[in-house]
């Protein structure tokens, strides 16, 4: 119990410098800076748990998909938070939690009631990796952005995400049938993310190709 509430103490003194949309940090910066992302925010808390040998998992929230449209690229912002297991109830800062879980949510409007999914600890690193190529990708350092996106995908070959970022480096550099099969094999993963799809649209219009582009947007 005593753990619990010694993370939740850290947890309520981070949420004093709440998610703002900044890059992804590291931990070490993300202390030093008193600021960072809702990934960042939540990657040093699961890191907490793990150090003080509490079993909690980091999970991504199902909800709305939200396009974030920067230098003419499209991005999904997704969301991530902490679930903790604990045995018992626990009462911290005069609220009272059942037995069987606990959710640090960076963002409580956005996903804290949402069912999750479990992430892996690749899934984890991915979607780290994803999120600072893209940062590069908008700074136009591509070979970063390149090594970050690559980096992604070798972290977990299922995430969708990362294949279809890096389909728009490669697209940005006239590599379009590159492109065009990342862009597949992303909505192949996940059929119902809006971005890829929109990507492959304005790729094959972009090459003249209007009847398959209406068949990827029916």
Not at 175 to 199: C, D, K, M, T, V
Request: hydrophobic share 45%; with cysteine; charged share 15%.
């Amino acid at each position: 119990m005593f753990k619990i509430i010694g993370l939740a103490v850290c947890a309520l003194a981070l949420a004093g410098c709440a998610s703002q949309p900044v890059p992804s940090l590291t931990e070490a910066q993300l202390w030093q800076e008193k600021r960072g992302d809702c990934l960042s925010l939540t990657l040093l808390t699961y890191a907490v748990t793990q150090a003080l040998g509490i079993p909690a998992y980091m999970q991504e929230v199902r909800v709305p998909p939200v396009i974030d449209r920067r230098g003419g690229v499209d991005f999904i912002n997704g969301h991530v938070n902490v679930f903790i297991l604990n045995s018992s109830a626990v009462q911290i800062n005069g609220r009272s939690f059942d037995s069987g879980g606990i959710v640090i949510d960076f963002e409580p409007q956005v996903g804290s009631r949402q069912s999750g999914v479990a992430l892996s600890e690749g899934a984890i690193a991915a979607r780290y990796y994803n999120n600072r190529a893209s940062e590069y990708l908008l700074q136009h350092d591509f070979d970063r952005a390149y090594t970050y996106y690559r980096a992604a995908i070798r972290s977990d070959h299922q995430f969708a995400a990362a294949y279809g970022n890096l389909a728009q480096l490669y697209a940005q550099h006239g590599l379009a049938p590159s492109a065009e099969r990342l862009l597949r094999h992303a909505i192949a993963l996940n059929g119902s993310s809006e971005a890829p799809l929109h990507a492959l649209h304005k790729l094959l219009r972009a090459q003249g190709r209007d009847v398959e582009a209406t068949q990827v947007a029916a």
